[in-house]
């Protein structure tokens, strides 16, 4: 069964509308997530690693005002990217991993975000 | 990024064997994964190494040697539904992210 959790699959939405997506872990504590994103065909692109109770560290390139991250709990950490636009349309996915380094990564099912 | 390559694509046939490379700077590594990926899903798991050597599960294959940056993924006895794409990924430090490869895209043919 899934490990982690990601929700919402699809949205849909206006230019200018903030979209939250959620990523929990369900069997474990992860005090790191990772947040991904992936334009078709092209690969996964790290954007942001997601700390539980400091602030996430950006890949550059990524506009950290533009895509907020929240890792408020042990199991949940969320993406909102705020004031979307159509270039932000993409497939957004979040993993997560138990500490020690041999385990894989687990990932959500993924967003899949369209913004007309 | 960071110096993962791998083919952008392969075909083969039903039952035909495979093999997808990957090479990767060497300088830090901490462990490599393979995934595999069907159009618009999430990666699923297919392998890890951090030591050379050859981790065989089932008809799939993992083979890394950390001295020359390289690792190859075998696939045996191809299926159509083998048909997907490749995700070479390594891990620099513990308890960092994966950084990807920008994948292999499989073709089996019957």
């Known amino acids: 069964g899934a490990v982690v959790s990601q929700h919402p699959s699809r949205v849909i939405c206006k230019s200018g509308t903030s979209v939250k997506i959620e990523c929990r872990s369900l069997d474990f504590q992860a005090t790191t997530m990772f947040w991904y994103r992936q334009f078709p065909k092209q690969s996964l692109m790290l954007m942001a690693t997601s700390n539980e109770g400091s602030k996430a560290t950006y890949e550059q390139g990524v506009e950290k005002d533009k895509f907020l991250i929240n890792h408020a709990s042990l199991t949940l950490s969320t993406l909102t990217v705020t004031s979307a636009h159509p270039e932000d349309s993409s497939f957004y996915i979040c993993?997560?991993?138990?500490?020690?380094?041999?385990?894989?990564?687990?990932f959500g099912d993924g967003t899949r975000l369209s913004i007309l | 990024g960071q110096n993962i390559d791998q083919p952008t694509e392969m075909t083969a046939t039903e039952g035909a064997i495979v093999q997808i490379n990957c090479t990767y700077q060497?300088?830090?590594?901490?462990?490599l994964f393979w995934y595999q990926q069907h159009a618009g899903e999430a990666p699923t798991f297919l392998s890890y190494n951090v030591l050379d050597g050859l981790e065989e599960k089932g008809r799939f294959s993992s083979f890394l040697s950390r001295s020359k940056g390289y690792s190859y993924l075998l696939l045996k006895e191809l299926q159509m539904k083998d048909s997907a794409s490749y995700l070479c990924?390594?891990?620099?430090?513990?308890?960092?992210?994966?950084?990807f490869g920008k994948g292999t895209t499989l073709s089996v043919s019957s």
């Open positions: 993993s997560a991993a138990l500490p020690s380094s041999n385990q894989p990564q687990h």
């Open positions: 060497t300088s830090g590594f901490n462990g």
């Open positions: 990924a390594v891990k620099w430090q513990a308890g960092t992210a994966l950084i």
